[in-house]
């Protein structure tokens, strides 16, 4: 199984793109792409090619769910692994999170020193779970 090696990160919030970019690279020692919006990761996604998406769910031009859609709808990119990244911890949204085939949902505000070994994680289980594919 190939290592995680390359994070895009998506999300809208200046603070939480340096807070996940800091954890993810410092702490993880991941290569990090990140974007503020949904627009321009999808632009970039082909020529970054990155191992793992990791999506805010709610964003002004296109929410985390639609994005993963439209790259799982991309030619060869069907199985892309993506983690969500939402503030509402309820039972009912994280279920429908994972329904898009998500690996997983991470609450906001996160442990940025934990972050990176929750990543790595739901990475290593997802060859397990046939649904993640």
Known sequence: MAELESILHVDDDEDILELTRMSL??????EVHQFSSAKEALESFERLQPDLLLLDVMMPDADGPTLLSRIKGLPGYRGTP???MTAKAEAAENSALKATGALGVIT????PMQLPEKLAR???GRMSDPSCV
């Not at 906001?108 to 442990?111: L, Y």
């Open 108 to 111: 906001k505000p996160f442990d």
């Open 122 to 124: 739901l990475w290593k």
């Open 82 to 84: 993506a983690v969500f």
């Open 25 to 30: 690279e410092i702490v993880g020692g991941y």
